[in-house]
Structures are given as structure tokens and as C-alpha cells.
């Protein structure tokens, strides 16, 4: 929906080649300025780190990508924040977790996510699902939600302690009432089958991510007009990864 109004490319990942070529065709149709708006759950995702270094706005690479170089933009390009606890994705969460819901007040929600590389994001991430799980909590009615990541990407001792932690909190959950375990994720086909293989043997239901929903090109607009009030002008030129 969004190419009826703006100019707009879409890049998947983190290819540093796929990333300047978006650049470059939206410069070849006069693009002086470039919004980049990264399609994820968190800003703490260690790809969005990646693409923060790749298109010039921080200068320290990832220690990951030491050996790539930023791409060249001759645009002025602005890179706004990911999803996070904005109210269009807390509704969205709301309605996924009462798609499964058939008693909320005897239901204990657990918000998972992918989780970063690090402790240290691991709490920042953490910090905006918190916000997510009292919203769910308060509008859905339901007897407690909570939240944990599986640190999907980070070191071994990290992710297995991570994932032991996910699991025990899901088991001692279970005896309190019904879980219902949430997906933070935007798009299926994800980490959705690794945290259910953590989970085998316990008792759960389990959510769908975000998309598809309307609230994802809701947010994706409103983050547009919003820069578009900073920049006093509209900008010609959109990516999207």
C-alpha cells in the first residue's frame, strides 16, 4: 500500500549488495532524501546493528561485519526506530493472544522473542516487552503475562542458559494456569518451530506473529508522517528491510 504514495524499495536482510542497489535505483529517480525503516520487533536486533553500519549511521562496525564497508549514499538519509511497544503492536499482540484465549482470567501470557547477542540488549529488549505484557495483561483480562527471550544468534553459554531460563519460567507458569505463549515476532516462518522445540513436553498454546495486519502499514505510516513533520517536507524515497 504504501508504493501509492511513495517511492519505495524493499530489502530483505542485511546484503550490503541488495541494500545499495535499493539506494542507488531510488537515487536514480531523483531521491535527495531517504527514509530507512527497519521492518523489526526490536532496535536491539543485532541485524538492525548491522544496518546502522551499513548505511553510515553509526561508524563502528559489528563485530560481526568488521570486514564490510558502508554502502555510498550521496541521499540525506534518516533510519528511524523498529516496532518496539508501539500501540499499533500491542493491539496486535492483543488480538493474536485472545485468538487462543479461552478463560483470560485463569491464562498466564508469556511474551517471547528472538532475543539479541548480548545481556546487556538482552535488558533493553527486554525492557519494551515488559511494556507490552502489562498492555496485554490490563486489556485482555488475563490472570498474570510475563516475558523472555531465546537469544537466538548469541554464544552458546548464553543462548542455553537463555532457553533453560524460557523453559523453566514457562513450566512454573503451567502451574499457576493456562499458557499462552505469544510469538514476538513480526513475520511466521521465523524462530516460531525452535521455541516450540524448547517447550516439548509441557503443556501451552501458542500465538501467531504479527503479520499479516493492517496495524503493520498503520505503524509504517505513522512513522512516515512523523518524520515528514521533521523534515517539513515529504521525502522521496523509502526503504524498507
Not at 7 to 31: C, I, M, P, Y
Request: hydrophobic share 40%; net charge negative.
Amino acid at each position: 500500500p504504501l508504493q501509492k504514495q511513495y517511492d519505495t524499495e524493499l530489502v530483505f536482510g542485511e546484503d550490503r549488495n541488495k541494500l545499495q542497489d535499493a539506494v542507488n535505483r531510488l537515487e536514480s529517480r531523483g531521491a535527495e532524501r531517504i527514509l530507512a525503516i527497519p521492518l523489526y520487533i526490536s532496535f536491539h536486533s543485532p541485524v538492525v546493528q548491522i544496518l546502522e553500519y551499513l548505511l553510515g549511521i553509526t561508524s563502528e562496525p559489528p563485530q560481526m561485519q568488521r570486514e564490510e564497508q558502508p554502502i555510498t549514499i550521496k541521499a540525506d538519509l534518516h533510519m528511524c526506530h523498529a516496532m518496539e511497544h508501539h500501540p499499533f503492536a500491542a493491539e496486535i499482540l492483543l488480538e493474536r493472544t485472545v485468538e487462543i484465549s479461552r478463560a483470560p482470567s485463569k491464562e498466564i501470557v508469556v511474551l517471547v522473542a528472538h532475543g539479541p547477542t548480548t545481556e546487556k540488549a538482552e535488558t533493553l529488549w527486554l525492557r519494551s516487552m515488559w511494556t507490552l505484557s502489562s498492555y496485554v495483561k490490563e486489556k485482555g483480562g488475563f490472570k498474570d503475562a510475563t516475558v523472555a527471550t531465546i537469544m537466538f544468534g548469541a554464544a552458546p553459554e548464553i543462548k542455553d542458559k537463555a532457553n533453560k531460563e524460557f523453559r523453566e519460567l514457562v513450566e512454573k507458569k503451567g502451574k499457576e494456569g493456562d499458557v499462552l505463549v505469544m510469538p514476538c515476532v513480526l513475520a511466521p516462518g521465523g524462530i516460531e518451530d525452535k521455541v516450540k522445540d524448547q517447550l516439548k513436553g509441557l503443556k501451552f498454546r501458542f500465538g501467531k506473529p504479527y503479520l499479516p495486519h493492517p496495524n503493520v502499514t498503520k505503524w509504517l505510516l505513522a512513522v512516515i508522517e512523523s518524520h515528514l513533520e521533521i523534515w517539513e517536507k515529504e521525502p522521496k524515497g523509502l526503504i524498507l528491510e
